[in-house]
């Protein structure tokens, strides 16, 4: 049971990097990710299933990192094209998030052969190797856990260094003084556009390892998942207060833990109040509420 909130807490923090980038650092609104999101679990799962099958040694060797960077690069395509309809047709972030959401799902219909999923179950090279990843030192969930671990410390690791650079503090200026960021002599629409393509290469990637965690790849998995991972962002920062990037980083996983436990909980034991699957939504969204409403009555009170 705690291995599975975990490890599920690890895998949808990713996506929720994706928003925190978007909305935190970029305040930049943007619902692509209910498309990169299942862009990356269909790429993800077809390419690492297609390695896996190849004849050649050293193509089968890389199934699992070729299928994680197919997740990554097709969530970053959704993002290049909101930034792309924003940018050059002067639409509103949301109305951009939208259509490449709706035109995504056609894509990712394809990407998956013309099926609405595609089930791993007989062969899913990231579930397998994430179970054996200590090499049987450790029961299969156990390594399981370790191996998305050590997935969330890389990112984590490379995400920190990335926001100290002079492109990330650059970003990050972007989102709280557009102005600041033209007149240091940077292009603010090409920032912008590299800053949505990772806000969305992230839930990409995170699409991947869900699809090989849950056993299948669907074209409906990105429903949800913007409320879920502004939740997940939310919680966080109501936990932990912090300026310091790398703490408002490591708040996102502290956060997605926290909201996937919430919900395990309400999936086992919301029957006593009278809450039944068919209720996460709903909690989803009063976790935001409440989320909002505690945040700004403690900065009324300070």
Known sequence: ??????????????????????????????????GSFPAGAAAGAVVAQAASLSPNAFIKALAVPAGMLAGFL?????????????????????????????????????????????PLITNNPMLRLARSFMGGVLPPECSLLASCMLVCLVLFGLLDLFFHTEIGIAMGALGDNENAVIQAGIQPNRLRTWGIMLANALPGLSGAMAAAYQGFADVNLGQGVVAAGLATVMLGELIVHSQFIGVQLARVFLGSIIFRALMYAARSWGYVAGITPNDLRLLTALLIIASVAISRYGRKQR
């Open 1 to 34: 049971m705690v291995e599975g909130i975990l490890v599920e807490g690890l895998i949808y923090s990713i996506l929720a990097l994706g928003v925190f980038v978007s909305f935190r650092v970029l305040d930049f609104p943007d619902l692509t990710v209910e």
């Open 74 to 118: 097709a969530g970053g395509a959704a993002g290049f094209v909101t930034a792309l309809v924003h940018h050059r047709l002067r639409v509103p972030p949301l109305l951009a998030g939208i259509v490449t959401m709706t035109g995504f799902y056609s894509i990712n219909l394809r990407i998956l052969g013309g099926k609405p999923n595609l």
